[in-house]
């Protein structure tokens, strides 16, 4: 598997990463469940995936899905 390490890929990650920081944190503060397990797989999981395009529709789909879950009550 190649890496690619362009600015526009880290800058990608930093971005998602620095979102799923701040959902970890609010997740922890809160004791949230939801927001903490999705917060550290959005930090987590951009340093696998060496594209943009779905680096971004995975981050969209976990935090529709923390979204869904919050809704639900959990």
Do not use: E
């Amino acid at each position: 598997m190649s890496l690619n390490f362009d600015a526009n890929s880290f800058l990608a990650s930093m971005l998602v990463s620095s979102i799923g920081f701040v959902l970890f944190m609010y997740g922890k503060r809160m004791r949230r469940g939801p927001q903490l397990v999705s917060g550290l797989i959005l930090m987590i999981y951009p340093y696998f995936v060496p594209s943009i395009l779905p680096m971004f529709a995975i981050a969209v789909v976990l935090l529709f899905l923390t979204w869904l879950a919050v809704k639900r009550g959990f």
